[in-house]
């Protein structure tokens, strides 16, 4: 079997239809692999050599790949890594809790049938929501304008009854966050606050702060887009989509983007420290991966990280209710008299404390997403506690995005799936090998419009994976089942360089 760089992978041993186990050196317990075989026939050298890498680092438990997997930097994307004593900022990511989250309108889907009407959406949105890396408010005439001292409030507080308000976003949209807000190392705000006040101490840093707090109600480069859906409700899913409020033929918003350059700048500041004590000490990178620097949990470095890791978290959240609150203000200047309600917000670049085998451990989640089922303990007293939370998983413009609910086999892959279809070739290969005319093309026929002149190339459908096979991957391990498929109408993209 050979991957798409024609080089010779290690033998998986298929233990299910969509399941698999990767072995590693050293008899320790293998690699869990989800995936059919088409899909686990397309993992790419390097994503197979970083997850070996990965599981054989110190403190790791277990590692998941999903179908969605492919290299990335240290860890793969589309990996799980769990670890009761050690932190990675690697397996989260540059992009700190980078999310999904969808926003579900009471506008029927021929609301949104005619071009003119698609057409004065997408300009409305980007009256108040920019696109790019650096992008902000001040490019925004219709955004909110959030400076230092509002902004502080944010990476400590989240998505506080306080900071919606100020905002202007519905408060009762905290209840559909994954996780509303963060706390620091000691699980207190206090550490953030110290935290903080150390990472901006100096005039110059400061400003840096409040340039980049600038830049909340704002969508990323790359990868992140906000794109118009008609919901179409699987008829035996019914009534799990009520509990999620989708609202079968009707048109909803899902958005994908981060923390943008404020996390990035905290996970670039990481990187920097802890690869500095790795080599003043000595310490062997795993791998000689400069991405998997580490620190055992209780010392100085774990606890900056975790207090670096929730300020990132805490702006990516409110990034993403900021944004949802912005779409349908524009949506409502459109169609006057529109309603909309968040359905979910979740996570899937982020490290979380939660039970693994009856103990406590991060569980770090590169490229995947968080999968509770119903009675999960984690969902007691909460909306969804009897149904399990929603999954939101992009796909492509042409194929459609998906909202799917974990079923109990989510324990396999330490209660995780995919967080998108994953890329089938790289940025540059993907500029190479197709054709921006047909990319095009292929969009027009589909009725999708774009704000884009010529679509991102290396955003094509064609750069990732077969979207419903990742799907049937997912189903097929009995980790989710799918409650409703999204279809493209419009996208909001950018063509630079992504923030993750």
């Given at each position: 079997?050979?991957?798409?760089?024609?080089?010779?992978?290690?033998?998986?041993?298929?233990?299910?239809?969509?399941?698999?186990?990767?072995?590693?050196?050293?008899?320790?317990?293998?690699?869990?692999?989800?995936?059919?075989?088409?899909?686990?026939?397309?993992?790419?050298?390097?994503?197979?050599?970083?997850?070996?890498?990965?599981?054989?680092?110190?403190?790791?438990?277990?590692?998941?790949?999903?179908?969605?997997?492919?290299?990335?930097?240290?860890?793969?994307?589309?990996?799980?890594?769990?670890?009761?004593s050690h932190i990675y900022p690697g397996p989260v990511g540059v992009d700190i809790k980078c999310s999904m989250s969808l926003l579900q309108l009471d506008a029927p889907a021929d609301a949104v049938i005619d071009k003119p009407t698609r057409r004065a959406l997408i300009d409305a949105i980007l009256e108040r929501t920019p696109t790019g890396p650096g992008r902000g408010q001040r490019q925004a005439k219709k955004g909110r304008y959030v400076d230092a001292t509002l902004g502080r409030r944010v990476v400590t507080e989240g998505a506080s009854e306080g900071v919606l308000r100020e905002l202007g976003v519905p408060t009762e949209w905290a209840l559909r966050c994954e996780d509303s807000h963060h706390v620091g190392h000691d699980e207190t705000a206090d550490a953030l606050h110290k935290r903080l006040e150390l990472l901006t101490r100096e005039a110059r840093q400061y400003q840096v702060f409040a340039d980049k707090m600038?830049?909340?109600?704002?969508?990323?480069?790359?990868?992140?887009?906000?794109?118009?859906?008609v919901v179409q409700v699987e008829p035996t899913q019914r009534e799990r989509a009520a509990v999620f409020g989708l609202r079968d033929g009707h048109v909803a918003f899902l958005s994908h983007c981060g923390s943008r350059g404020w996390g990035a700048l905290l996970a670039d500041g990481q990187f920097k420290a802890m690869q500095q004590k790795f080599a003043k000490w000595g310490i062997p990178l795993p791998g000689g991966?400069?991405?998997?620097?580490?620190?055992?949990?209780?010392?100085?470095?774990?606890?900056?990280?975790?207090?670096?890791?929730?300020?990132?978290?805490?702006?990516?959240?409110?990034?993403?209710?900021?944004?949802?609150?912005?779409?349908?203000?524009?949506?409502?200047?459109?169609?006057?008299?529109?309603?909309?309600?968040?359905?979910?917000?979740?996570?899937?670049?982020?490290?979380?404390?939660?039970?693994?085998?009856?103990?406590?451990?991060?569980?770090?989640?590169?490229?995947?997403?968080?999968?509770?089922?119903?009675?999960?303990?984690?969902?007691?007293?909460?909306?969804?506690?009897?149904?399990?939370?929603?999954?939101?998983?992009?796909?492509?413009?042409k194929d459609g995005s998906s909202v799917m609910v974990a079923e109990e086999g989510a324990k396999f892959s330490c209660y995780s799936v995919n967080h998108g279809a994953g890329r089938a070739m790289s940025r540059t290969a993907a500029s190479k090998t197709l054709n921006q005319r047909e990319v095009d093309e292929s969009l027009l026929r589909a009725d999708i419009m774009t704000n884009c002149r010529q679509y991102p190339i290396d955003e094509a459908p064609k750069a990732y994976k077969d979207f419903n096979e990742v799907i049937k991957s997912v189903t097929q391990a009995g980790l989710a089942s799918e409650v409703a498929r999204l279809k493209a109408t419009f996208v909001i993209k950018d063509g630079d360089k992504a923030d993750d």
């Open positions: 079997m050979t991957n798409m760089n024609d080089q010779a992978i290690p033998n998986f041993i298929p233990t299910g239809e969509a399941t698999a186990w990767l072995p590693v050196p050293g008899g320790l317990p293998p690699i869990k692999v989800i995936g059919t075989p088409t899909i686990r026939g397309g993992l790419d050298a390097m994503c197979i050599k970083q997850a070996i890498n990965t599981r054989l680092s110190p403190g790791v438990t277990e590692v998941v790949l999903n179908p969605d997997a492919h290299g990335g930097y240290g860890a793969p994307i589309g990996c799980v890594m769990v670890s009761p600038r830049q909340l109600g704002s969508y990323g480069g790359g990868n992140h887009f906000g794109e118009c859906e991966d400069r991405h998997m620097v580490h620190a055992p949990l209780g010392t100085q470095e774990a606890n900056d990280y975790l207090d670096d890791m929730a300020l990132g978290a805490n702006f990516a959240t409110v990034n993403h209710m900021l944004i949802n609150a912005l779409v349908l203000d524009a949506f409502q200047e459109v169609l006057p008299g529109i309603k909309g309600s968040l359905v979910y917000f979740i996570s899937h670049n982020i490290a979380r404390r939660e039970v693994v085998n009856k103990s406590l451990a991060w569980v770090h989640r590169k490229g995947a997403t968080r999968a509770f089922p119903a009675g999960h303990h984690a969902l007691a007293g909460g909306p969804f506690e009897k149904a399990g939370h929603p999954i939101l998983l992009p796909g492509n413009p």
